[in-house]
């Protein structure tokens, strides 16, 4: 068999954006759910203990994709079959106790191994999908929980940018592994309601978040000190972070994008300091993917000595983690209004254009370097740019004010991005992941020979992954289709949408990429 290429040249076509297309979308990918559900309780075993394992690859993380289906249930429901019971799945595969496993300062995050913040936050996800995701006066977390997450927030707060883990320095701030992970973590916890003693107790960790906030942009600070004491100012970002030591990294797992987008999900008043660091970096990302015709560079400087044909181009590192970067950041007002730049514009139309040529990954459907994860970032897109125009068109008039332009720098790409331009592509590339194993493993079904995942059916190297995205794709089409019918009954404004509850109910199932977001924080990881 010939060596696999890193992707698969795309033969797709954009769909068209209408009533009926949206609706067949919606549907089939409601089976592709249910079908894809399935295989998973069927081929995979029921734990009896927490092990080692994080979210990413084991059983926790099926637990996760289970929970976050019984919370969209409402914009799943096909009426041609029956409904599948996604929290007695969940609620299956989250054993009773705490693992034995120590907390580690290398380990803060429930999406690697070995950490049990991985427990305790599918424990407190459990309890809430047990109360019909409603909180209130019923609702508690266990005493050890709390103090695990006190531990783990004590930890943090005392690391250092780099921590040691095997013997070697890693990043301490990274999604996976990091304080970006744990921060994403508390933020769900706080979105929800608890019993007063809950309250209480939970009340020296949630208020500490702020200083969480504040030692993780302080680490991207010095990383950008440290990066330009030992290579120079001239490639260096006003915030930078370590993968591994002396390598800066800017994918969504590992790096800098995803960080950026958890910490755009805090409260504004949290971030009001820190904006404008965070729009600076975010523009001399941008204008790094400008220099490189849309793709990010794994590492600066670079990390190993293998050449490839063409940068990655998948969440873990690539240009789709700058998409979800920029897909949370044009919902943020202040941001948006005081730093955008043109070249957010050109980073979002370039990085599409890579991903649309070079993101049918030949490892297949996932979402940490697959087909389904690389198209999720139009759906968060698309949302920027149906709801949240006006934020951005304002953004642009004051540029021009600010700079004194009659007419933005490369104004036809500007005019080319627009909601149906993103989510004609996100369906296109969503509903092409069924061709992808082990959702469907016929040998003639699909020109590309995609791989079998090492895990074929976790959160985000499998299957799990891909009905998470289906799902949220979901509820993309159900809230765009309700937008439609309000429009010909006359409703124009997009602020009176979240008045219509079918618009509201469909709108708040969108959860967002599993342990970055970039629609806020709903409370669901």
Known sequence: MAERPQYFETTLT?????????????????????????????????????????MFRAFPGIALAFLRLDYQSSVLKDHKADSLDYRCYALQRIPSSLPDAP?????????????????????????????????????????????CLHEAMQCALSNEPLVTHDGRKMGGDEMLFGRAGLLWTLLNVRAHNFDQETRGFLS???????????????????????YTEKNGAQDAHPLMYAWIEGHYCFGA?????????????????????????????????????GATNGHLPMTLPPHGSKHRSSELVQLCHGSPGLLILLGAALKNKSLTRAHWDPSWDQAVYLGTERVWEEGLLSKGGSLCHGVAGNAWAWLLLHDCFEYHSETLNEARVLYLQDNQLSALPNAEVSQELTSDFFLSRALAFMLHARQTKPYNTSPTSSDNDYRMPDEPYSLFEGLAGNICAW???????????????????????????????????????????????????????
């Open 14 to 54: 954009p769909l068209s954006i209408n009533a009926t297309t949206l609706s067949e979308s919606l549907q089939e990918l409601r089976v592709a759910v249910r079908n894809g559900a399935k295989l998973i309780q069927e081929n995979t075993s029921l734990p009896e203990t927490w092990g080692s394992n994080g």
């Open 103 to 147: 907390l580690l300062a290398s380990r803060l995050s429930p999406v690697g191994s070995s950490s049990p913040i991985t427990a305790i936050t599918l424990r407190i996800l459990a309890t809430f999908s047990k109360n019909d995701w409603q909180g209130g006066a019923n609702v508690s977390i266990a005493r050890e929980d709390i103090t």
């Open 204 to 226: 020296p960790v949630l208020g500490a978040i702020p200083e969480l906030i504040r030692v993780i942009v302080d680490a991207g600070r010095q990383g950008s000190k440290e």
């Open 253 to 289: 797992v590992h790096g800098i994008t995803g960080i950026l987008t958890i910490l755009l999900s805090c409260k504004p008043e949290e971030l009001t300091n820190y904006l404008p660091v965070i729009g600076g970096t975010i523009t001399a990302l941008c204008k790094l993917s």
């Open 471 to 525: 799902a949220d794709t979901c509820a993309v089409l159900q809230a765009r289709l309700r937008k439609m019918e309000l429009v010909e009954q006359g409703v124009c404004a997009t602020s009176d949408l979240p008045r219509d509850p079918a618009f509201r109910a469909a709108f708040y199932r969108q959860l967002g990429f599993p342990a970055l977001g970039g629609n806020g924080v709903i409370g669901i990881f």
